[in-house]
């Protein structure tokens, strides 16, 4: 399967509720046009793409400074469909249906006006994209159209568009550094995904050829150490323990001086989450940041947080708590399978401008993605690939 079917299989049931709501609006106030018949289409959408996109790559980059993930073996497009498919008459009626139409030459479409904008809105504010960017965007997709008569495909291409334009400045893997190791300190709320996501980075590049270490940080949770070290086995990569209850800052010292001496490429750091007691977790990430600044001063290289997209809205609050309690330097979103909240994220690209190095959708050791923003868009929206 494409990348985008695998991705807008898992990802999100948003984009069947987004798509609901759009094909509602449309029907709702709407009026079938007649299709010119069999004249060329007056706005062809894409035609679906050979989809020839890149099997998945490490979410990492490829920096001048440092040597290249593995190259991935060329991209395959998917099998082409053997000629069993529908004859030519059946696929156009096929197509027509993708864009909109009705059997029968028809479209459903509606005036853009205040009352469908408010629409829009709600929808997009139901949606999880937050009242600011539900409102921005509406306006945009407005702009120059107002008293204009759109079908829900026009709808959905518009949306999508302004999906990527907001989704496009913060998808970036994650920056790799000459420096060895790299200190990758990853944070966020218990049960976020951290764990997982370490593993899944961790495999991922070991398989780019990197030389990873692990350090289990959460060293007050006995059953994250185990989790952990179930992870570094998958992956084969060495985690790094110390005793429940003993000082994370001091693992993470050892840590740090393991992957020196091992010359590990990355040195990936877990930490805890417990924001019950908020003074306490900035002092344990206070102090680790101190600790491996003594072995190297540019260290922690980056600071992840690990985002959970079903907590929804409260992904934003998450951000501006970890904000102040470390340097953030980037995200991944995690659980993007199976929720309908995926409108988050644009969400927060839209007010904090995070890079977004992946997205996680799945719990199996390949389930973390980069992030591809047309994807993304074409798949919260309800289109095809792009
Ligand atoms: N469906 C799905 N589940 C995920 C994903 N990432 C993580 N999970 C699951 O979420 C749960 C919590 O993940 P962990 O990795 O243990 O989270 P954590 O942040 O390390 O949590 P603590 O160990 O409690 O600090 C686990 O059951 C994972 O399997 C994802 O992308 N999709």
Redesign the pocket.
């Known amino acids: 399967m494409s990348l985008f079917g695998k991705l807008k299989d898992k990802l999100f049931k948003s984009s069947s509720k987004l798509e609901e709501g759009l094909d509602a609006i449309v029907e709702d106030g709407g009026t079938e046009e007649q299709q010119p018949e069999a004249a060329p289409d007056p706005d062809p959408a894409p035609a679906p793409a050979p989809a020839a996109k890149p099997a998945p790559t490490p979410p990492v980059a490829k920096t001048p400074t440092a040597p290249a993930p593995a190259p991935k073996p060329a991209a395959q497009p998917d099998p082409a469909p053997t000629p069993t498919g529908p004859p030519p008459a059946e696929n156009a009626g096929i197509l027509g249906r993708l864009l909109g139409r009705q059997q029968g030459g028809t479209v459903v479409k509606r005036t853009l006006d205040d009352d469908m904008l408010e629409q829009l809105e709600e929808l997009l504010i139901a949606a999880d994209l937050g009242v600011d960017t539900a409102l921005r965007v509406t306006a945009n997709m407005a702009e120059g159209r107002f008293g204009k008569k759109l079908s829900t495909q026009e709808i959905k291409e518009l949306l999508a568009q302004e999906v990527a334009r907001i989704m496009e400045p913060v998808a970036k893997p994650l920056p790799l550094y000459a420096k060895k190791p790299q200190v990758v300190l990853v944070v966020?709320?218990?049960?976020?995904?951290?764990?997982?996501?370490?593993?899944?980075l961790a495999s991922q590049f070991r398989a780019a050829g990197k030389k990873v270490v692990i350090a289990a940080g959460?060293t007050f949770?006995a059953?994250?150490v185990e989790?952990?070290q179930v992870?570094g086995d998958r992956a084969g990569v060495p985690v790094l323990t110390a005793p429940e209850g003993s000082d994370p800052a001091s693992l993470a010292f050892d840590a740090m001086t393991r992957a020196q001496a091992d010359g590990a490429d990355l040195l990936l750091i877990?930490t805890?989450?417990r924001l019950q007691n908020r003074a306490d977790l900035m002092e344990e990430l206070a102090k680790i940041v101190r600790v491996i600044k003594k072995k190297d001063p540019d260290a922690p290289h980056n600071t992840l947080l690990?985002l959970?997209?079903t907590t929804g809205q409260n992904a934003i609050s998450q951000v501006e708590t970890f904000q102040k309690l470390s340097d953030v330097s980037g995200l991944v979103m995690?659980?993007?399978?199976?929720t309908a909240k995926g409108g988050i994220l644009v969400s927060l690209a839209d007010r904090f401008g995070l890079p977004i190095h992946a997205?996680?959708?799945?719990?199996q050791i390949d389930?973390?993605a980069p992030f591809d923003p047309e994807d993304f868009a074409a798949a919260l929206t309800g289109l095809g690939p792009k």
């Open positions: 966020g709320v218990n049960g976020s995904g951290k764990t997982t996501t370490i593993g899944k959460d949770r059953a994250a989790q952990l992870w877990d805890a989450g690990v959970d997209a995690t659980k993007l399978d199976g997205i996680g959708v799945g719990e389930d973390l």
